[in-house]
């Protein structure tokens, strides 16, 4: 049964959310944390999998390099301290999809910690920064997945019987948990939305991780708690699981808001409890509660060597981080003089990286953006390919943008020489050639075709003599159309007004 709900514009006037937030990147190494099996998606069930990540007796684990190495520059992108001594530890529970019955992780002693992520949010006074402080971020592996056969919901709950996948089991993850994030107000859903982006975006700018939600690469837990006012101690939290889209961690946030703000009213307690999101009802329901606070017991694992990362390959690491992607767009923002707003939706077109590169080959920055989230844009959505995947490149443009400054192809022509390209006709050079694309510029045949448009509707004359300029579009149509395309349409114009005595 739903649970009761206050509307969150009452809930926000009535209580201050906390917010916390516990993200869980799978690292896009080739093999496995402690072993050397492939960690490629969407293998046949149990083939990546050998002693070590099935848990057999003896099997021993050997630590992968390049995921403590992408933890630390995680780390580092996210402006934690890096320990300079730190242990795994074993944490100890049974469930099927975990074969050796204790999960290697860290415990009180993270490779990160201490760090931030500053991230921009639209208010009603404009958009304003909030600093999200981040606890630790800690390596860990992943566990197998179990599938829930034979009932109507997935769920164990019905099912006629289960079955296991280790392939999962032992792929390096790095949690990244925040402090309770305090301040937001009524923005915190659009707040903890706005973190949980900022961070995929430096994950995937980091190249650690195809940070694919929907696949679970990333998955985020969303830890929620109401207070009475931002003077009072922190209230009991919520821990609801899996929130595997932005969209469902802003709205899982707003339900949890609503629905704790309804239960503290009735003058009942928020239970401590992990909980469950449903994305097709946007609600959220009781799942293991937490209140006897498990015991992991937690002990260090005796079969890895403590980590103690050189602090000369530490600031190495740090010396070659890539720039942070918000820093990075506004520098670009000013450079090609665009506002907040286009820069996003080229962000969102995935055409940013493109844009720049085009810029970088000579092309002009207008002209650059004009093509990739216009006519670009177009074709990759007709062919059904990324935009990235277009099989045009950066000196394409360069041709392309250079015939139409010396007025040898006009837009119309352009698009279609690019055309040309995609349909594998060869060079811009090649395909203006072979189409025979170039712009009339001789006047003789544009004022042939300009008579022709005029005796074919003689309103026309008159109404623009008369004043009616507007008029003229039709005849610049209609010699566009007996030149192909091939006419200059300003031209065009020009030579129109004379023969008709009208000046513009
Ligand atoms: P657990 O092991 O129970 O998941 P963690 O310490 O890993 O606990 O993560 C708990 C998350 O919840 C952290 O992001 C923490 O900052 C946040 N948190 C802790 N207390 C509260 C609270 N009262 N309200 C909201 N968030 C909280
Ligand atoms: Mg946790
Ligand atoms: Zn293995």
New binding site residues.
Partial sequence: MAEKVMPFDEAITKFDP?????VHVELGTKTKMFCGCSTEFGAAPNTHVCPVCLGLPGALPALNEIGVESAIRIGLALNCQIATWCRFARKNYFYPDMPKNFQTSQYDEPICFEGFLDVEVDTDEGRKTFRIDI?RAHMEEDTGKNSHMGGATGRIHGADYSLVDYNRAGIPLIEI????ITGAGKYAPEVAKAYVAALRDILRNLGVSDVKMEQGSLRC?V???LRDTPESE????S?TKNVNSLRSVERAVRYEITRQAARLTDGERVVQETRHWHEDTGVTTSGRS?SDAEDYRYFPEPDLLPIAPDPAWVEKLRSELPENPAIRRSRLAAEWGISDFDMQSLVNSDALDLVEASIAAGVDSAAARKWWTGELARLANEEEVELSELAITHQHLVDIEHLISTGALNDKLARQAIEGVLAGEGSIAEVVAKRGLAVVSDDGPLLAAIDEALAADPSIAEKIQSGKLQAAGAVVGAVMKATRGQADAARVRELLFERLGVSE
């Avoid at 948990?177 to 309770?180: A, D, H, I, M």
Wanted: net charge negative.
């Fill in positions: 906390v917010i916390g937030l516990e606890e948990v925040t402090k309770p837990d830890n929620l708690s922190l209230g009991t939290r821990e937490k």
